[in-house]
């Protein structure tokens, strides 16, 4: 019995199909799945509302990646637990984070506060990619002015047309 024949359009058009398929799933589990337990969770929404707040912009000292709301780690849920009981009993969101702060350093804010000893932080990037864009620009200009060629001097047009005619 012959083996089924497929088209090649029929062949591409099944890879194609399949790599959608496969970068919609990777896609898919990269999302951030919310680690915050049911039993972590305040009744009152404002409240809660304003702990995931506070929590998106903590790191996870223990995944260093991921804010505490991301991250499953032990030590993650007891910066969820610690910033809902700050939140119950009356601070205010800022007051939450300087106590974080004081207790665990800077490195646990995800998004550095802008002051003078974090300016290399901020604007370290920024700097190096105008450095870059400056080389890349004069590297053009003079790649471009270098491909204008000055024109032959006669000398040099009677000396090509020899060397030409003697071919």
């Not at 399949?18 to 049911?38: H, N, R, T």
């Not at 790191?59 to 030590?75: K, T």
Request: charged letters at 25%; one cysteine or more.
């Amino acid at each position: 019995m012959p083996a089924p024949s497929h088209s090649p359009r029929s062949l591409r058009f099944g890879r194609v199909f399949f790599g959608a398929v496969l970068s919609l799933s990777v896609s898919l589990a990269m999302l951030p799945a919310k680690a915050v337990e049911p039993d972590e969770l305040l009744q009152d929404q404002a409240l809660e509302a304003r702990a995931r707040h506070i929590s998106e912009g903590l790191r996870c000292l223990v995944c260093q990646n991921q804010s505490i709301d991301d991250s499953a780690a032990p030590l993650a849920k007891d910066l969820r637990l610690l910033v809902r009981e700050r939140l119950k009993a009356g601070d205010t969101d800022q007051q939450i984070e300087d106590f974080v702060v004081a207790r665990y350093g800077e490195f646990v804010l995800l998004k550095p506060r802008f002051e003078p000893h974090t300016f290399l932080l901020w604007f370290a990037t920024p700097a190096v990619f105008i450095v870059a864009l400056l080389i890349v620009v004069l590297a053009y200009r003079r790649r471009s002015a270098g491909a204008q060629l000055a024109p032959l001097s006669k000398a040099e047009e009677r000396r090509l047309k020899r060397l030409l005619e003697d071919r």
